[in-house]
């Protein structure tokens, strides 16, 4: 898990082999919202498992998403090897807030089991406040992100 900056943005390169959370028993003619983003990125700050090289590529899926150079993400990776290029798929990832600081509602995280993400953010700080598309303030569990440079949500 490592905070990562894209400094020319994470534009889209196609669509998905596979539509992200589809079983073997979907239908090949059922309507996908998805799209594979690729960009170049830079560790801002490794926090646990593998890490990956300065620029090395990272591939994710999303839907109608823009993201210009200076994106920052919180990112879960696992190697690819797409007939011959090479990188880094972003199994989880997690933009930061206004401030910088990447943070996941508490319900939330009391749902997801134990594992590197949720020890991660376990251990983070916690905080009441009405984040990026939320109604009302909520208790959120925080990861320390970096503050200089990019501006944090680039939906």
Same mark, same amino acid.
């Given at each position: 898990?490592?905070?990562? =900056?894209?400094?020319?943005?994470?534009?889209?390169?196609?669509?998905?082999a596979r539509c992200p959370g589809s079983t073997e028993e !979907? +239908? &090949?003619? !059922?309507? %996908?919202?998805?799209?594979?983003? =690729?960009?170049? &990125?830079?560790?801002?700050? @490794?926090? +646990?498992?593998?890490?990956?090289? *300065?620029?090395?590529?990272?591939?994710?899926?999303?839907?109608?998403?823009?993201?210009?150079?200076?994106? *920052?993400?919180?990112?879960?990776?696992?190697?690819? !090897? $797409? *007939?011959?290029?090479?990188?880094?798929?972003?199994?989880?990832? @997690?933009?930061? =807030? #206004? !401030?910088? $600081?990447? %943070?996941?509602?508490?319900?939330?995280?009391?749902?997801?089991?134990?594992?590197?993400v949720t020890r991660q953010f376990a251990s983070g700080s916690?905080?009441?406040?009405? &984040?990026?598309?939320y109604l009302e303030r909520a208790d959120f569990r925080c990861?320390?992100? =970096?503050?200089?440079? #990019?501006?944090?949500? #680039?939906?």
């Amino acid at each position: 898990m490592m905070i990562v =900056e894209f400094p020319r943005g994470v534009p889209v390169i196609g669509l998905p082999a596979r539509c992200p959370g589809s079983t073997e028993e !979907d +239908s &090949a003619q !059922d309507i %996908c919202f998805a799209e594979l983003y =690729e960009g170049r &990125a830079i560790v801002v700050r @490794h926090l +646990s498992g593998p890490r990956i090289r *300065r620029h090395e590529r990272v591939r994710l899926t999303a839907h109608a998403r823009r993201w210009p150079g200076g994106t *920052r993400m919180l990112v879960v990776t696992r190697p690819f !090897d $797409d *007939r011959g290029t090479t990188g880094h798929f972003a199994s989880w990832w @997690h933009l930061p =807030e #206004a !401030d910088g $600081d990447f %943070c996941v509602a508490a319900g939330d995280l009391a749902l997801w089991g134990d594992g590197p993400v949720t020890r991660q953010f376990a251990s983070g700080s916690r905080r009441r406040f009405r &984040a990026h598309g939320y109604l009302e303030r909520a208790d959120f569990r925080c990861i320390r992100g =970096e503050r200089a440079g #990019a501006p944090s949500r #680039a939906d």
